[in-house]
């Protein structure tokens, strides 16, 4: 059999992307103020900013959207997206929201109050901010080896069930609403959780009395790595689907935004299994979303997301993303570029700090490694780092996320040459400062400068 893992899908429908010249994108850059979610994204050659809504969606999707019933109440849609969910997930009540933040503020807002600590393997940014957003505290726990960049642990995402434990001892348990669990663990290096650590941390949650969620984003992926390895050797020949479906019948709900391993360009749900917590819910969601049947979507959508959820479980699909994103994480590993390893399921990070050792933390490694591969190459990826985190981030990465089914190889190739061309010219990258933050989730629309010119201009 041959060895070679292709793209499983033919391109029935293409979007061209622009080229520009270097000094274009010197002018683009600075009229960016050096952050890369200013740019126009016509702009941009390569989009590696997120896998957020930025899949392709598949011609059984298109399909579907054209079966959407935009009915308000009641809409045939709902019914098509609460089975395909239920399938899945297996809990009671399925919520529909615009985007996976609109579930965790409703999450939030319902089981959290002031003085509260939410603990998690890690947060993401909009996770934190939600939760702290209601004047709890966000708390993560994700093991040691899911803060060493070249740990190769197989499953970098699980929390530490000791410091879990210690946690719920020191705060006392009525200031623990929930425990949450991000498969898989977006800002520690799209890093699964096990089986193993699932059962472990439910085990410490039920003991306690307190409810597990999931922030279930990438779950699709986070099965397949459980599948992949984990030690149990049982998982090996069983389906995606049906590991989703016993990772989610340890939680009593989940968050998700279906904008992930939806496949869907928008969207989210929350789900429970709590019916006085759902009804609270619902009568929220109605307040500032959207009716319980349509949750801010477009009957459209949620039929996008019945079948994108579905799709996402697909074997051949997962063995090609998987394989995809190791492919570019091991190919500009193998020339010495820092990467967390082992290469996550949705992206690769790349260990700014020591890939620009001359720039330290407060002038913003992971930022100035993005803007070189924007200048040198068109590319555009992310910070995940002190930019976005504070002077608390354990570390600055720069995440190249990787959109489901829109770049093939060659793409990918071309990447990786942008990447070690800049790898051999890294001394030469230079920090910046920060001119202009806003008061939260500060690096969507942070202004930053060449660190030399904010020294030269003070001269
Ligand atoms: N949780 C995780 C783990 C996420 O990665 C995201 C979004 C959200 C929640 C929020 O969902 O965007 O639909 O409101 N992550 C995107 C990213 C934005 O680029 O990683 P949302």
Redesign the pocket.
């Known amino acids: 059999m041959a060895r070679t893992i292709i793209e499983p899908f033919r391109i029935k429908s293409v979007e061209p992307i622009r080229w520009t010249t270097r000094t274009q994108r010197e002018q683009l850059l600075r009229a960016a103020h050096y952050n890369l979610f200013l740019l126009p994204a016509d702009d941009v050659l390569i989009d590696l900013?997120?896998?957020?809504?930025t899949g392709a969606m598949s011609t059984h999707q298109w399909a579907a959207i054209m079966e959407g019933d935009e009915s308000y109440a009641g809409s045939r849609s709902f019914d098509q997206f609460r089975e395909s969910v239920q399938d899945i997930f297996g809990y009671q009540h399925v919520i529909p929201t615009?985007?996976?933040?609109?579930?965790?503020r409703i999450l939030f807002s319902v089981m959290c109050k002031k003085g509260d600590v939410v603990p998690n393997n890690t947060?993401?940014?909009?996770?934190r901010a939600n939760v702290e957003f209601v004047g709890a505290e966000a708390v993560d726990l994700v093991i040691p080896e899911g803060r060493q960049p070249s740990s190769r642990h197989p499953f970098k995402g699980n929390m530490d069930v000791g410091a879990l434990e210690s946690l719920i001892d020191k705060v006392g348990r009525e200031r623990v609403p929930l425990v949450m669990l991000?498969v898989?663990?977006?800002?520690g290096g799209g890093q699964p959780v096990s089986m193993e650590n699932v059962k472990a941390v439910t085990a410490v949650c039920r003991r306690h009395s307190i409810p597990l969620y999931f922030?279930a984003?990438?779950f699709a992926e986070n099965s397949y790595f459980i599948k992949l390895r984990e030690p149990n050797e049982s998982y090996r020949s069983k389906s995606p689907k049906q590991i989703a479906q016993e990772m989610f019948s340890y939680g009593d709900g989940c968050?998700m935004?279906?904008?992930?391993d939806g496949m869907a360009n928008?969207?989210?749900f929350l789900c429970t299994n709590n019916d006085s917590l759902a009804e609270q819910e619902k009568n929220l969601l109605i307040l500032t979303e959207g009716y319980t049947t349509y949750g801010g979507l477009a009957g459209r959508d949620l039929e996008a997301i019945a079948v994108g959820v579905q799709e996402a479980l697909h074997e051949d699909y997962l063995q090609y993303r998987i394989a995809s994103t190791a492919y570019l994480g091991n190919h500009i590993s193998e020339q010495g570029v820092p990467i967390v390893q082992p290469p996550g399921g949705?992206?690769v990070y790349i260990d700014a700090r020591a890939f620009l050792p001359h720039i330290r933390a407060e002038h913003f490694p992971a930022v100035a490694l993005a803007n070189e591969l924007y200048l040198q190459g068109g590319i555009r990826s992310?910070e995940i780092g002190t930019l976005m985190f504070g002077a608390s981030a354990k570390m600055d990465l720069l995440?190249l996320?990787i959109p489901r089914r829109v770049y093939t190889q060659s793409h990918i190739d071309y990447v990786v040459e942008i990447i070690l061309e800049v790898w051999q010219s890294r001394e030469k990258i230079r920090g910046l400062n920060l001119t202009y933050e806003a008061p939260f989730l500060r690096h969507f629309t942070a202004r930053l400068e060449p660190a030399e010119v904010a020294a030269s201009a003070r001269r």
Do not use: M, P, Y
């Open positions: 900013l997120t896998d957020s809504g615009h985007q996976g933040r609109a579930a965790e947060h993401f940014d909009t996770t991000t898989t663990n977006n800002s922030d984003c990438r968050t935004s279906a904008k992930k928008i969207g989210g949705h992206a992310v995440r996320a």
